[in-house]
């Protein structure tokens, strides 16, 4: 079972809400990402960190931003809710070398209404 | 391009049976390749992981076999039960995780 953890595991929030979605791991695991899954499809990668003070955009442009000021923290965070970011989220964590497992978190299920 | 291509798209199966699902990519240099499953709602959990040198590895009734030389990859799941209804992932490393469509596996009594 890995160790890391989402939170909320689900939110339903209005438009021009802002949110943050937490990410934390006990596995010190210097790398973190933030994927977003629409249902039925791939995973996107939207924000990565290789450890502390330093966070990466993905492959998919998002709104959202991330900030890592402690290795097991990397919450992700959306200034202005819009219908377009309901998603479910998803958080991972690896060991630095890529070629190592990630684990991943239940992911949070985000609805803007 | 790297690429991670997994067929079929979805699949039905009866209470007990076999199936096999299939992954084929493009992506290099290759480090390692991963099966996940992932459950309606949740993250995916990783089944098996393969590096250039491995052939076959299995975890209890999931066997997934790799050839580097085609670039192909399969995992095999015997006698299915109701609890393997869910999404398999095929990931592939090289430096980054590239990520497969997944297949959707429904398995019927």
């Known amino acids: 079972e890995a160790d890391i953890y989402q939170t909320p595991r689900y939110l339903v929030i209005g438009t021009g809400k802002k949110i943050t979605l937490e990410c934390s791991q006990t596995?010190?695991?210097?790398?973190m990402y933030w994927y977003q899954q629409d249902p039925g499809m791939e995973l996107h990668l939207i924000h990565y960190?290789?450890?502390?003070?330093?966070?990466e955009k993905g492959d998919l442009s998002s709104e959202s931003t991330v900030s890592r000021i402690r290795t097991e923290h990397f919450p992700l965070t959306l200034e202005s809710a819009r219908p377009s970011h309901t998603s479910q989220y998803l958080c991972?964590?690896?060991?630095?070398?890529?070629?190592?497992?990630?684990?991943f978190g239940p992911g949070t299920r985000l609805t803007v209404t | 391009k790297n690429q991670v291509e997994q067929s079929p798209q979805s699949l039905i199966i009866l209470e007990g049976k076999n199936c096999t699902l299939q992954?084929?990519?493009?992506?290099?240099?290759?480090?390692?390749l991963r099966w996940y499953k992932q459950d309606t709602g949740r993250g995916p959990v990783s089944l098996t992981i393969?590096?250039?040198?491995?052939n076959t590895k299995s975890n209890g009734r999931y066997t997934a076999t790799l050839d580097a030389d085609t670039k192909q990859s399969s995992l095999h799941i015997t006698a299915s039960q109701l609890s393997d209804s869910a999404s398999y992932i095929c990931?592939?490393?090289?430096?980054?995780?590239?990520f497969g469509t997944g297949t959707s596996l429904t398995v019927i009594p």
């Open positions: 991972a964590s690896s060991e630095w070398d890529g070629s190592y497992e990630q684990y």
């Open positions: 596995m010190g695991h210097d790398k």
């Open positions: 960190s290789y450890g502390v003070n330093s966070t």
């Open positions: 992954c084929n990519y493009t992506v290099s240099p290759f480090s390692n």
């Open positions: 393969m590096t250039f040198s491995e």
């Open positions: 990931v592939v490393s090289a430096g980054q995780f590239y």
